[in-house]
């Protein structure tokens, strides 16, 4: 069984920072990716961020970028989302999501959420 837990979120007001992470745990969990997405309630969940466990590359997406970045710290399989100049639209519910195998069989699991409010 495969644990992913979000902690971090929090109200901040725009131009401040916030830091998330996310430790995935499980017997024998390796993973191949871990990342962000975000989600307001009646939109779909979109991408942030995502680290590739093994190289270390980071993809991030438009609106995040020069603003947001993400770190991992690998020998605890935990992932980091360092936010910077918040503005009152990044506020949403920030998922964790991380690929891996445990021990063999490969999926996606995700965690449970961590609400960052953003104010004005």
């Known amino acids: 069984q495969v644990q992913v837990v979000e902690s971090g979120g929090g109200l901040v007001q725009a131009g401040g920072s916030l830091r998330l992470s996310c430790a995935a745990s499980g017997r024998s969990f390796s993973p191949y990716d871990m990342g962000w997405y975000r989600q307001s309630p009646g939109k779909e969940r979109e991408f942030v961020a995502s680290?590739?466990?093994?190289?270390?590359?980071?993809l991030y997406a438009d609106s995040v970028k020069g603003r947001f970045t993400t770190s991992r710290k690998e020998l605890k399989n935990t992932v980091y989302l360092h936010m910077n100049s918040l503005k009152p639209e990044d506020t949403d519910i920030y998922y964790c999501n991380t690929f891996g195998r445990a021990p063999i069989t490969a999926k996606t699991y995700w965690g449970q959420g961590t609400q960052v409010t953003v104010s004005s």
């Open positions: 680290i590739n466990w093994a190289t270390g590359g980071t």
